[in-house]
Antibody, heavy 117, light 108 residues
Framework: EVQLMESGGDLAQPGGSLRLSCAAS????????MTWVRQAPGKGLEWVSA????????YYADSVRGRFTISRDNSKRTLFLHISGLRAEDTAVYYC??????????WGQGTLVTVSS | SYVMNQPPSVSVAPGKTATITCGGN??????VHWYQQKPGQAPVLVIY???DRPSGIPERFSGSNSENTATLTISRVEAGDEADYYC???????????FGGGTTLTVL
């Protein structure tokens, strides 16, 4: 059974930084691309970033490029999202998901990031 | 970036058929995927590659895609189908994954 568990969400100040993690189990982690999707309170889903199975290719939404960095450690079966220059509009639940064939088959339960002074 | 439009809400009586649309420029040339999200829960993939169903998704869920509109159809709607539904594509030009704005399905 595929399991994805996010962590690292917290209350942070504008301009601050956070690192989100996503621990994976139940599948061959290095064979799958991975993605981050976020959802602001009461809003729809927004794709944030994606990374290939080997980590050599990364992709970012225009709204986060230059501030967010996606990475992975296949030896630890963990996906990361480093967020810097936090803004109020980054407040959201952040989900990690497997990314294969352009769709997201399996999702974690999400971790909440709140940006406020 | 590619834009897709969904109606904000759709209402249907139990046992009837719900149709949720996702409009986009020449969306018929893309592969469309659909997700169901219930309150307080993570999204669940219900249709991929326009019309394929993941294991565990009832046959009542089906999808189609042609020209400028993709459609998610839910037959014999049940109270448990009440949720938000999102369409999603991979935009090859920008390498972006894109979601529609979402549709809230209400079972009357």
């Amino acid at each position: 059974e595929v399991q994805l568990m996010e962590s690292g969400g917290d209350l942070a100040q504008p301009g601050g930084s956070l690192r989100l993690s996503c621990a994976a189990s139940g599948f061959t982690f290095e064979s799958f691309g991975m993605t981050w999707v976020r959802q602001a309170p009461g809003k729809g889903l927004e794709w944030v970033s994606a990374i290939s199975g080997g980590g050599e290719s990364t992709y970012y939404a225009d709204s986060v490029r230059g501030r967010f960095t996606i990475s992975r450690d296949n030896s630890k079966r963990t996906l990361f999202l480093h967020i810097s220059g936090l803004r109020a509009e980054d407040t959201a639940v952040y989900y990690c998901a497997t990314s294969s064939g352009g769709f997201f088959a399996d999702w974690g339960q999400g971790t909440l990031v709140t940006v406020s002074s | 970036s590619y834009v897709m439009n969904q109606p904000p809400s759709v209402s249907v009586a139990p046992g009837k058929t719900a149709t949720i649309t996702c409009g986009g420029n020449n969306i018929g040339s893309k592969s469309v995927h659909w997700y169901q999200q219930k309150p307080g829960q993570a999204p669940v993939l219900v249709i991929y590659y326009n019309s394929d169903r993941p294991s565990g998704i009832p046959e009542r869920f089906s999808g189609s895609n042609s020209e400028n509109t993709a459609t998610l159809t839910i037959s014999r709607v049940e109270a448990g189908d009440e949720a938000d539904y999102y369409c999603q594509v991979w935009d090859a030009g920008s390498e972006h994954r894109v979601f529609g704005g979402g549709t809230t399905l209400t079972v009357l």
